[in-house]
C-alpha cells in the first residue's frame, strides 16, 4: 500500500528533527574517550613501565592483598545479600508492626561513609571505650582478664562495610518484589507455600536478577574502599596502590597493583554474568494488583521486627547517636571559621560536580534518544564504566595524562613567551573534578535515561508541530517533565563526593580539605572524637537523598498511580 502524502512528510519531518543532533553522537564518543583515558592509562603503564620495588612486593604482600581482598568480598556479598533480600522481602510482602517505617529507614545506613562507621565502632568498642568499661564496673574485671572481639580486623571490616552497604540489595530487591505479578504468588498459595515457601520458590527466582545486580553494587564499593581498610590496618589492594605511591614513592608499583585490581573487579563481572546463564524470568500477566501482604502473628511479629531493627540499629541509629555525643562533648575544638571553610570546600565540590555530571548525562542520555545507534550507546556504556574503578585507580590514572599535558603546555609558552605557567591542572580543582565524574557519571546517567525513558516520543513530535528544534525540545519538554530525575541524579552525585576519600586525598589541590579528608586525618591520628564533627555533617547530608529514593521505590510497582485513584 503507498504511503500517503501526509504520512511521508511527517517521517520526513521526525527524521530531520533527529538530524539535526547528529553530531552529539561525536561529543559521545569524546566523552568516553576522555573518561576512559585514566583506565586506559593505568593499564598501558603498567604493561610498559618497570617498577623498583614490584619483585619485593610480590615475594612479601601481594598474597596477602590477594586473600585479603577476596575473603573481604566474599564475606560483604554473604552479609549483603542475606540482610538486604530478607529485609526486603519481610517490608513488602508482610505485615507487622512497624514495617511501614521501616520501608524507608532500612535505607538510611546508605548515608553513613563506611569509614566513619569503622571511626565509630572503633571508638566505643575499643579498652578506653564506653562499652569495655561497663564490662569491667560490672563484672568487677581487669584489662585482658576477660575476652572482646578486635573490631580493627578483617571481620571488623566486613561488618561494617556490610552494615553501610546492604541497602544497595534492599532498594533493588525491593523494587523487584514490588514489581512482580500478583498471579504467580497466588498459584504458590494454592499449592500450599506460606510466605516463605513462596518466597524461596517464586519470589526468590524472579527477583534473582536484581539480588545479584545489587550484590555487585556492594562489591564494588567493597573493591573501592580505602578508609575502613587502612584505618583498620587489613592489607588489600586498595591500601597497597596507596602505600606503593605516598610512602615508597614507586609510581609504576601503584600502577601495576591498580592493574591488578582491575581484574579483581573484571572477574566480578564475568562472574556476575556467567551466574544468570541463559536464565530469564518474565511476568506471566500484565494485570497487577496490590500483593498479598501476609498477616504475621505471634513470635512471627517479634522476629520479623528484630530482623528489620538489627541492621538500623547497628547501621544508623546507634552510630548516628555516637556522632552527635561525641560531637557535643568531645567536637572538633576548630569548628568555627575552619570547619565553614572545611564545608564551604566539600559542597562547593559537590555541587560543581553534581551540576556537570548531571548536564553531560542529559546530552549522552538525549542523544541516546535522537540518534539510538551503534556508537552512541557503546559511548554512553563506556563513559560509564568508571564507577566500577576505585578511586585510587582513577587518581592514579589521571594525575599522569595531566602532568604530560601541564608540561607540554608549560614548554611551549617557555619557548613561545618565555613564560613559566608550571601546573594548570595537576593537583587542581579541575583535576579533582574530572576525577569525580570518572567515578560517578554512570550514577547519574543511569536516573537520568530512568527518567528519560518514561516520556513518549508523541511528546517530541508535538514540540516538532510547533517548531521546536532537538535542543528547544529537550530545554523546554523533556527537561520540565524529568525534573525529578535529574534531581534524583544530582543529589545522589552530590552526596557520593561528600563521601569520596580516597581521590580526594590524592587529586586535591594542595592546603585544600574537605569534610572527608578532616575526618580520615583526624581519626589517623587517634583523634576520633575530634573526627566526629565532620563525619556527623557528611551523614546529615546523606539523609535527603535517601528518603527521595525511597519515595522513588515505593512508586515503582506497575498500576501504582492506578490504585491510588
Known amino acids: 500500500m503507498a504511503q500517503s502524502p501526509i504520512a511521508a512528510e511527517s517521517k520526513a519531518s521526525a527524521l530531520r528533527f533527529k538530524n539535526k543532533f547528529r553530531f552529539m553522537t561525536w561529543f559521545a564518543l569524546f566523552i568516553a574517550a576522555l573518561f576512559t583515558m585514566p583506565i586506559l592509562n593505568v593499564v598501558g603503564s603498567a604493561l610498559t613501565t618497570e617498577s623498583d620495588i614490584w619483585d619485593h612486593l610480590v615475594e612479601t604482600v601481594l598474597t596477602d592483598y590477594l586473600i585479603n581482598t577476596f575473603l573481604l568480598a566474599i564475606g560483604v556479598a554473604v552479609l549483603v545479600s542475606i540482610i538486604g533480600t530478607g529485609t526486603a522481602w519481610l517490608v513488602t510482602m508482610c505485615r507487622f508492626p512497624g514495617h511501614k517505617i521501616f520501608e524507608w529507614a532500612l535505607i538510611l545506613p546508605l548515608a553513613v561513609p563506611a569509614y566513619v562507621m569503622a571511626y565509630t565502632y572503633t571508638d566505643f568498642l575499643q579498652v578506653s571505650g564506653p562499652l569495655q568499661g561497663l564490662i569491667r564496673d560490672i563484672f568487677d574485671v581487669q584489662f585482658r582478664e576477660y575476652w572482646f572481639p578486635e573490631i580493627r580486623s578483617l571481620p571488623g571490616a566486613i561488618l561494617m562495610l556490610s552494615l553501610v552497604l546492604y541497602p544497595y540489595v534492599y532498594m533493588l530487591s525491593r523494587a523487584a518484589f514490588l514489581e512482580q505479578s500478583i498471579c504467580a ?14 518466597f524461596f520458590r517464586v519470589a526468590l527466582p524472579l527477583a534473582r536478577p536484581a539480588i545479584i545486580a545489587g550484590t555487585s553494587l556492594a562489591l564494588m564499593e567493597t573493591l573501592a574502599d580505602f578508609g575502613t581498610v587502612s584505618f583498620f590496618g587489613v592489607q588489600t589492594f586498595t591500601t597497597g596502590i596507596m602505600n606503593a605511591w605516598t610512602n615508597m614513592g614507586d609510581l609504576p608499583a601503584a600502577r601495576q597493583l591498580a592493574t591488578y585490581l582491575l581484574v579483581f573487579i573484571l572477574t566480578v563481572f564475568i562472574l556476575e554474568k556467567v551466574s544468570r546463564g541463559n536464565a530469564r524470568y518474565h511476568h506471566s500477566t500484565n ?16 522476629w520479623a521486627v528484630m530482623a528489620c531493627i538489627t541492621p538500623l540499629f547497628f547501621g544508623f541509629i546507634l552510630p548516628a547517636l555516637l556522632l552527635l555525643d561525641m560531637s557535643i562533648t568531645l567536637g572538633d575544638q576548630q569548628f568555627g571559621t575552619k570547619f565553614i571553610k572545611l564545608a564551604f570546600n566539600s559542597f562547593t565540590i559537590a555541587l560543581v560536580t553534581a551540576v556537570v555530571a548531571v548536564s553531560i548525562a542529559i546530552l549522552l542520555a538525549y542523544t541516546n534518544r535522537m540518534q539510538p545507534n551503534i556508537l552512541s550507546k557503546a559511548a554512553s556504556r563506556i563513559a560509564s564504566m568508571g564507577y566500577a574503578v576505585p578511586g585510587t585507580v582513577v587518581a592514579i590514572g ?23 605557567t608550571g601546573l594548570l591542572l595537576t593537583g587542581s580543582i579541575t583535576a579533582l573534578v574530572f576525577a569525580y565524574l570518572v567515578r560517578f557519571l554512570a550514577v547519574s546517567l543511569n536516573a537520568v535515561e530512568t527518567g528519560l525513558g518514561k516520556i513518549r516520543p508523541s511528546m517530541e513530535d508535538a514540540s516538532r508541530t510547533l517548531g521546536h528544534g532537538p535542543f528547544k525540545t529537550l530545554k523546554h519538554v523533556h527537561v520540565p517533565i524529568m525534573s525529578g530525575s535529574i534531581l534524583t541524579a544530582g543529589l545522589v552525585v552530590f552526596v557520593d563526593v561528600m563521601k569520596e576519600l580516597p581521590a580526594t586525598l590524592v587529586m586535591r589541590p594542595f592546603n585544600f580539605d574537605t569534610l572527608a579528608t578532616q575526618a580520615y586525618n583526624l581519626a589517623s591520628d587517634e583523634r576520633l572524637s575530634e573526627s566526629s564533627t565532620a563525619s556527623l555533617t557528611i551523614v546529615l547530608v546523606g539523609i535527603l537523598p535517601l528518603i527521595l529514593l525511597t519515595r522513588a521505590i ?7 498511580s492506578a490504585q491510588e485513584m
Do not use: H
Request: hydrophobic share 35%; with cysteine.
Open 185 to 198: 504468588l497466588e498459584v504458590s498459595r494454592t499449592l500450599g507455600c506460606g510466605p516463605w515457601g513462596s
Open 287 to 302: 494485570r497487577y494488583q496490590n500483593l498479598p501482604g501476609y498477616q504475621l502473628k505471634g513470635f512471627g511479629n517479634f
Open 398 to 420: 589521571t594525575l599522569f595524562p595531566l602532568a604530560v599535558l601541564d608540561n607540554t603546555i608549560d614548554a611551549w609558552m617557555r619557548d613561545t613567551f618565555d613564560i613559566s
Open 554 to 560: 515505593s512508586k515503582s510497582r506497575a498500576g501504582s
